[in-house]
């Protein structure tokens, strides 16, 4: 049989004044393998050419759940929970970092969180990194780094199934985007899932992917 396996996203990143940019979270693990060499619908790049045999038994089957978004008070988020079908698993999605804790950073997951303003130099510039574990083909990609320059001090977007999460313009005007999700039709229609959630900031603009799509595994924006 195809699969397509799927986590729960990332929390974003929480804030509580005007001045502040908190990271987007990341994608939830993006899990997709056909039956090949015939496969009946087109496939998203991710995809593994080998789907899994079944028997008529019981499998053990998982559907993870969102991360809840950071708390008033500048908190990160909740990272996503993994799903599961027999042998695969995807990993949830890391979440967005709060402005206030250290280390500022992302975390790592299926797709990784964005880094917070002013990350500080720490490590990996605060990126949350994605295919956390590693799997082939990669699951998900990095969240996106923060400017870390005044007077803006913008935050990065989540990463997403197939880009990461953007970094925000410099000199700062418009946080890091969200990263795009993974297209497939696997149900016999084109469609995105797995995007990132672009960085907040409530005194500049946001980016158009305030939170990945909705048709499953997307990130929170921050």
Same mark, same amino acid.
Request: proline content about 8%; aromatic content about 4%; hydrophobic content about 25%.
């Given at each position: 049989?195809?699969?397509?396996?799927? !986590?729960? +996203?990332?929390? +974003?990143?929480?804030?509580?004044? &005007? @001045?502040?940019?908190?990271?987007? !979270?990341?994608? #939830?693990?993006?899990?997709?393998?056909?039956?090949? $060499?015939?496969?009946?619908?087109?496939?998203?790049?991710?995809?593994?050419?080998?789907?899994? @045999?079944?028997?008529?038994?019981?499998?053990?089957?998982?559907?993870?759940?969102?991360? !809840?978004?950071?708390?008033?008070?500048?908190?990160?988020?909740?990272?996503?929970?993994?799903?599961?079908?027999?042998?695969? @698993?995807?990993?949830?999605?890391?979440?967005?970092?709060?402005?206030?804790?250290?280390?500022?950073?992302?975390?790592? +997951?299926?797709?990784?969180?964005?880094?917070?303003?002013?990350?500080?130099?720490?490590? !990996?510039?605060?990126?949350?990194?994605?295919?956390? $574990? $590693?799997?082939? *083909?990669?699951?998900?990609?990095?969240?996106?780094?923060?400017?870390?320059?005044?007077?803006?001090?913008?935050?990065?977007?989540?990463?997403?199934?197939?880009?990461?999460? %953007?970094? $925000? &313009?410099?000199?700062?005007?418009? @946080?890091?985007?969200?990263?795009? #999700?993974?297209?497939?039709?696997?149900?016999? /229609?084109? /469609?995105?899932?797995?995007?990132? %959630?672009?960085?907040?900031?409530?005194?500049?603009?946001?980016? *158009?992917?305030?939170?990945?799509?909705?048709?499953?595994?997307?990130?929170? %924006?921050?």
């Amino acid at each position: 049989v195809a699969y397509m396996v799927i !986590a729960g +996203g990332g929390g +974003g990143g929480g804030q509580c004044q &005007s @001045t502040t940019s908190s990271g987007g !979270a990341g994608a #939830g693990g993006f899990r997709e393998g056909t039956t090949a $060499p015939v496969v009946p619908y087109t496939a998203s790049p991710l995809v593994a050419a080998a789907g899994i @045999t079944v028997t008529a038994s019981a499998y053990p089957i998982a559907v993870g759940g969102g991360g !809840a978004g950071g708390a008033a008070g500048l908190n990160h988020g909740v990272s996503g929970s993994n799903s599961v079908f027999s042998t695969i @698993t995807s990993a949830g999605g890391g979440y967005g970092s709060g402005v206030a804790l250290t280390p500022c950073q992302g975390s790592p +997951g299926g797709s990784g969180g964005g880094a917070k303003q002013d990350n500080n130099g720490g490590p !990996a510039n605060g990126v949350g990194i994605g295919n956390t $574990p $590693p799997v082939s *083909p990669s699951q998900g990609t990095n969240g996106g780094t923060s400017d870390r320059t005044g007077p803006t001090y913008l935050a990065g977007g989540g990463g997403g199934a197939t880009v990461a999460g %953007g970094n $925000p &313009s410099s000199p700062g005007s418009t @946080t890091g985007a969200g990263g795009t #999700g993974a297209t497939s039709s696997i149900d016999g /229609t084109p /469609t995105e899932r797995a995007g990132g %959630g672009g960085a907040g900031k409530s005194n500049y603009p946001s980016t *158009p992917r305030t939170q990945g799509p909705a048709s499953g595994g997307g990130g929170a %924006g921050g």
